[in-house]
């Protein structure tokens, strides 16, 4: 299996330590962007849902694709970041992101289809990017603080998911969205007009992001950025319990289903928010009015990882990662079986319990695994897929018993949480 070897930074002359903080805030800037794009598609799904007449289970293609690229592409991004290494391959990345960008502005005039195609390309440059970059922050500093840094960025890819549905709110959903009643009561003309216009919405703020990304592309391109080698021998070293191969690992296959679960979780309530919040027994706002709201879903992520960047120095990550899915699951109960605004906001705050959870399996799946570190990455990255099964599970629940019921889907998620968080509560301390 191809993949990328482990990564270690170059040794710098004494005093340079003061050396990781450019590159974390360089790096950091990259957790930002694909927050912003991933968060986007919760403003896409309900937006081209109602645009062509979609089914929950179909409007959910868009997770599949967007997700589905993390499976696909994870191993040949490993190996591409192998051969280039992980500074060209950020390029790389953005350079495949910004075309999958640019894709939607013949995709406005093609079809659902091709829209889809496009959220495959776009998402295949940002899984080049985890891959590059998740490990990169591991190596830069202390071990036993990983979880605690990785935590930091990932702050700011919930930053970028807090931003995201707002400014779509504003560019994408902010003219009058016709019902399916009012739509057919317009001649036939007139109603291939309106979708063609709705569809165009999504023109401007994607070729805005293409832009974005070429512009990030050259900066990286022209970046220094300390060199980070292969050290599988010396990585070799730096754990006790070798292994034969990186499934001899059990933390790291069970913490692979974690982020699969986790992910899927996560990803398939932000798809559901704003259909959940125009619901008549809930709040009955409309999609632009709800895509507002989901900001508060990704900015609980990002207050709760600032948090956890200083509290975990201090908690055992487990206990807190056992801790957070327990509320979780409470949350969505209280959403699952309420009404009104208890229930928006039971379901909204789910996002401050999510915050520390993806950076805390990521590290403790890769703890100790010493030259298969940079293959664990890989595996981890592959996991992501679950963004793309666990909402089309939902989507089938949505579709036959209705959307509130549907959130007992990342429910059943969260219970494996909790398991893996309290099986591995002591690991840093073996």
Same mark, same amino acid.
């Given at each position: ?111 659902? +289809? !091709?829209?889809? =195609? %496009?959220?495959? /390309? $776009? ?8 891959? *590059? #970059? ?34 779509? +709110? !504003?560019?994408? =959903? %902010?003219?009058? /969205? $016709? ?8 001649? *036939? #003309? ?53 292994? *034969? ?186």
């Amino acid at each position: 299996m191809q993949h990328v070897s482990t990564a270690k930074a170059v040794p710098q002359a004494p005093g340079a330590h003061q050396g990781h903080t450019g590159p974390l805030i360089v790096i950091t800037i990259l957790f930002f962007m694909w927050g912003f794009l991933t968060s986007l598609n919760d403003v896409l799904i309900p937006h081209l849902k109602s645009v062509y007449e979609l089914s929950y289970v179909k409007a959910m293609l868009v997770q599949l694709c967007f997700f589905g690229a993390y499976l696909v592409v994870s191993l040949p991004a490993g190996f591409l970041i192998k051969k280039i290494g992980y500074q060209k391959g950020v390029v790389a990345g953005l350079a495949i992101a910004a075309t999958g960008c640019a894709m939607f502005y013949p995709a406005a005039n093609a079809g659902y +289809a !091709l829209f889809l =195609l %496009s959220l495959f /390309v $776009l998402a295949a440059g940002i899984t080049v990017l985890q891959v *590059a #970059a998740n490990p990169y922050v591991t190596v830069l500093g202390d071990p036993a603080t990983a979880s605690s840094r990785l935590t930091l960025t990932q702050a700011f890819n919930s930053l970028g998911a807090t931003v995201a549905p707002y400014l779509g +709110a !504003l560019l994408i =959903l %902010s003219s009058t /969205v $016709l019902s399916l009643d009012d739509l057919k009561k317009l001649p *036939a #003309a007139e109603q291939v007009a309106y979708r063609a216009h709705e569809a165009a919405t999504v023109q401007l703020p994607y070729l805005m992001m293409a832009a974005l990304l070429v512009a990030l592309a050259l900066f990286f391109a022209m970046a220094r950025l300390p060199a980070i080698a292969d050290s599988d021998d010396a990585a070799a070293a730096d754990h006790s319990d070798d292994k *034969a191969s990186v499934t001899g690992y059990r933390h790291l296959v069970l913490g692979a289903l974690g982020i699969f679960l986790y992910v899927g979780a996560e990803v398939s309530i932000g798809s559901f928010l704003i259909n959940f919040m125009g619901e008549k027994n809930i709040a009955a706002f409309s999609a632009d009015t709800a895509a507002k709201y989901v900001t508060i879903y990704g900015g609980g992520a990002m207050i709760g990882r600032f948090i956890g960047f200083a509290a975990m120095r201090y908690i055992s990550p487990g206990k807190a990662l056992a801790f957070n899915a327990a509320c979780s699951i409470a949350l969505i109960m209280v959403a699952v079986f309420g009404s009104g605004m208890t229930a928006m906001w039971a379901i909204l705050l789910v996002g401050l319990c999510n915050s520390i959870m993806f950076p805390t399996i990521f590290s403790m799946a890769l703890h100790k695994l010493g030259k298969f570190t940079g293959q664990g990455s890989s595996i981890l990255c592959m996991a992501i897929v679950g963004g793309a099964v666990v909402p089309l599970a939902q989507s089938v629940l949505a579709d036959a018993f209705g959307v509130q019921l549907s959130f007992l889907v990342p429910a059943a998620c969260y219970l494996f949480v909790i398991y893996y968080g309290l099986k591995y509560a002591k690991m840093y301390q073996d």
